[in-house]
């Protein structure tokens, strides 16, 4: 068996290359040593080059087939190691009649391929709902600074909101019972501008929507929730959300392309994408739900969400230790009930898979995007597909990864 490998080495190992950047001392030595004077693990470690090579080449043709119909940005990065950054497509699709209904064919043509509609990696897309394990960061940094703690209930922050009693904790895990405010559009009155989170609540004390469950009985994601943490967050610290964000999270991140719907005005130099629904129409940003942040409304890029795994995950300059450890266990846990059909930390989605073991992540629909966060602990993976064009091209695609790495 020792000399197949000899064997079989012979004809592959100068064109091995690194995944995870841990052999060059084996490469070094293969080129003192004849591979006959090499040892069993030596020789391993070389297969172990030419697999994860092979991984690699592997993954590229699936991106290759993947970017046939996402239109989009990707990044895989092992261990720190990139191996995978992908940006193809357009910022706007110029290609449905409905906003352009006075353009010819051949003017949509032209502004669908000119240079500055195509997509960079700096180009920042809506995260939706990925959104969420930053405001859950805030807040876990403010109960870590002992201001606020996960016991305080909405009535300490608003008197007058009809669910004094849901903790801010229910509101993390999504255990609060707070109907949705995506479900009830027909109670906001003036639907021609953005809705603020303030005016969110102002409607939930006016019209006093019932809860869809008694707080802690039950576990039903709710984009309220989030949004209610954002404006607690502002009162508690005195700042503005998005002030409070930048100061306190994004700048200790290092997130230099990462702002909110909010502040995109003030910030033009930005190349933003447009969200896309499948029929290609474009969805314009004057919604009025748009205006409500902290449960979506956060605009970034790939990179800027590495740099985020880094400072989070790997506890740079966030939080401590112990809230990190809280986001990324079940805090949706119900005395008394049958498992929830879904795992809930604090903004973040938890799996432990059969497959490929403990995942973190978190999905964002909104608008014509479409979002993936995935972050595998055990071996430091993260992969992310940010798209502005809702056509299911990635749906499932961040299981097919992992299969690749694991070979499986």
């Given at each position: ?288 739900q748009n205006g409500v942040i902290g449960d979506k409304g956060l605009y970034s890029n790939p990179d800027d969400l590495y740099k985020w795994k880094i400072a989070f995950f790997d506890l740079k300059n966030i939080i ?89």
């Open positions: 068996m020792k000399y197949l490998r000899f064997f079989l080495l012979f004809f592959s190992i100068c064109s091995c290359s690194l995944l995870l950047g841990q052999t060059k001392g084996v490469e070094k030595k293969t080129a003192k040593n004849s591979i006959e004077k090499l040892s069993i693990r030596e020789i391993d470690s070389l297969f172990d080059i030419k697999n994860n090579q092979s991984k690699i080449n592997d993954l590229k043709l699936f991106m290759d087939d993947l970017f046939k119909e996402m239109n989009g940005s990707a990044l895989i990065v092992i261990n720190d190691t990139f191996v995978i950054r992908k940006t193809k497509g357009v910022i706007r699709f110029y290609d449905h009649k409905k906003g352009y209904e006075t353009w010819t064919k051949e003017e949509m043509n032209r502004g669908r391929k000119k240079k500055e509609n195509q997509l960079q990696r700096e180009t920042l897309f809506d995260l939706a709902s990925i959104a969420k394990q930053f405001t859950a960061a805030a807040v876990l940094k403010l109960v870590s600074e002992k201001k606020i703690t996960l016991k305080d209930t909405l009535a300490v922050f608003f008197p007058k909101i009809p669910y004094p009693q849901v903790t801010i904790h229910q509101l993390l895990s999504h255990t609060s019972g707070i109907p949705d405010y995506i479900d009830f559009p027909e109670k906001w009155s003036d639907v021609n501008q953005w809705m603020s989170n303030a005016e969110l609540i102002e409607l939930l004390i006016a019209q006093k929507p019932p809860v869809d469950f008694l707080p802690g009985t039950n576990f039903a994601y709710c984009n309220t929730n989030y949004a209610l943490l954002a404006s607690i967050v502002a009162q508690v610290s005195n700042m503005t959300f998005e002030e409070y964000m930048r100061q306190n999270i994004f700048i200790p991140a290092g997130l230099t392309n990462t702002l909110y719907i909010t502040e995109l005005e003030d910030n033009k130099k930005h190349s933003v994408a447009k969200g896309h629904l499948r029929s290609r129409e474009e969805l314009a940003p004057d919604f009025y401590p230790a112990f809230w990190v450890e809280k986001a990324t266990v079940k805090e949706n846990y119900i005395k008394g009930k049958a498992v929830a059909r879904e795992i809930y930390g604090y903004g973040l989605h938890i799996e432990e898979n059969a497959h490929y073991g403990k995942l973190i992540y978190h999905g964002g629909l909104w608008r014509g995007f479409h979002n993936l966060f995935i972050y595998r602990p055990s071996d430091n993976v993260l992969i992310i597909y940010l798209s502005n064009y809702r056509n299911r091209s990635h749906n499932g695609k961040g299981n097919e990864v992992l299969h690749i790495l694991d070979g499986a």
